[in-house]
T-cell receptor, first 118, second 115 residues
Framework: AQTVTQSQPEMSVQEAETVTLSCTYD???????LFWYKQPPSRQMILVIRQEAYKQQNATENRFSVNFQKAAKSFSLKISDSQLGDTAMYFCAFMKRTTQGGSEKLVFGKGTKLTVNP | GAGVSQSPRYKVAKRGQDVALRCDPI?????LFWYQQALGQGPEFLTY????????KSGLPSDRFFAERPEGSVSTLKIQRTQQEDSAVYLC?????????????FGEGSWLTVV
């Protein structure tokens, strides 16, 4: 079974600074996706960034980038120029292709609570 | 609709009561998922539909949990004889088709408190 571990329950950063959130995962699969989701107090999970395991180049989305180390099974999220609106829970998630009729369930970590301070 | 819509947003149930949670996915989305998120935890998979077919229900915690999507659009998650450990946020999600790695869009969840 796949597992996703986020070792930092809480993090804080000053506005405009850079913060890195850690994520490790365990799988024997070769073909999979990794995601970072943001969950504000409204509880809606919002996709931040995604990475396909076959792509060596790290994904970037504006101020968000990842450091994907496939051999080490590590997938960290870097947030540059942190903004107050980045305050939220951040979840790392793993998706593998299944044979059960295309069910591509996400496996989530326990999350990291990020607070951006003014 | 513009996004995944869930109702009710908040539900307080007395222990032993039955509850029904509704999910209206994004129009045209083939895949629909239900997740359960307990306090302080990440979401955990409950069940998956491809159109009206329930293809994976491996995450349903007991036979008190039942989900359906009879016409391949709106889905209902029903919990019978609720217990305190059922208290959680129930998240519904949908994706457009079966392409691997498709973006999965989440609703805001239904907060269930069993007292």
């Amino acid at each position: 079974a796949q597992t996703v571990t986020q070792s930092q329950p809480e993090m804080s950063v000053q506005e405009a600074e850079t913060v890195t959130l850690s994520c490790t995962y365990d799988t024997s699969e070769n073909n999979y996706y990794l995601f970072w989701y943001k969950q504000p107090p409204s509880r809606q999970m919002i996709l931040v960034i995604r990475q396909e395991a076959y792509k060596q180049q790290n994904a970037t989305e504006n101020r968000f980038s990842v450091n994907f180390q496939k051999a080490a099974k590590s997938f960290s999220l870097k947030i540059s120029d942190s903004q107050l609106g980045d305050t939220a829970m951040y979840f790392c998630a793993f998706m593998k292709r299944t044979t059960q009729g295309g069910s591509e369930k996400l496996v989530f970590g326990k999350g990291t609570k990020l607070t951006v301070n003014p | 609709g513009a996004g995944v819509s869930q109702s009710p947003r908040y539900k307080v149930a007395k222990r032993g009561q039955d509850v029904a949670l509704r999910c209206d996915p994004i129009s045209g989305h083939v895949s629909l998922f239900w997740y359960q998120q307990a306090l302080g935890q990440g979401p955990e998979f409950l069940t998956y539909f491809q159109n009206e077919a329930q293809l994976d229900k491996s995450g349903l915690p007991s036979d008190r949990f039942f989900a359906e999507r009879p016409e391949g659009s709106v889905s209902t998650l029903k919990i019978q004889r609720t217990q305190q450990e059922d208290s959680a946020v129930y998240l519904c999600a949908s994706s457009l088709n079966l392409a691997f790695g498709n973006t999965i869009y989440f609703g805001e969840g239904s907060w269930l408190t069993v007292v």
